[in-house]
């Protein structure tokens, strides 16, 4: 039974709350980055799409450098971008206007835009989206804002966020 609950609402996001993934058959990857945490909370219910959202979130746990480990969850987010568009592409069936409306918004977008609205379309619930908030204002009030800003200003590129 447990086992059932966990495989259904953890497994697949193992690589994203826990660090770690599931080798199987179908699994040719190399072995995991290991790194000993001192503590592990699992997340239920991170929907993982696709399987190259799983392969991106296995990738990104076998990376040896923690900037390319970075980079994969990065392509993830990407992914999930490309993902939204194309569920909201399909919930308008016969729409063609709204169709060409929403690939213009989405070749226009810079990333930020993007991240936006997807988080738009996952956040209805206001305290999803104040938890959201919470973690992102203690990262302000860490060392990580000093090491963000570096990254992401002397080494990003125009349109990210």
Known sequence: MKYDDYKNKYMDSAPIWGGFFHSNAAS???EAYRFTPSKLIAR????????????????SVVQPYAFERFLKLYHLLELIFDWNLVQQIKSLNDDLQGIGQLLNQYSNNRELDLLKNLLKSK???KKKVDKIADCLNKINSSDYLDRGMKIFFDYGKDGNP
Do not use: A, F, N, Q
Not at 44 to 59: L, N, V
């Open 28 to 30: 040719s990857l190399p």
């Open 44 to 59: 239920p219910g991170i929907d993982i799409p696709t399987s190259y959202h799983k392969e991106s979130c296995i990738r």
């Open 123 to 125: 956040c209805d619930d």
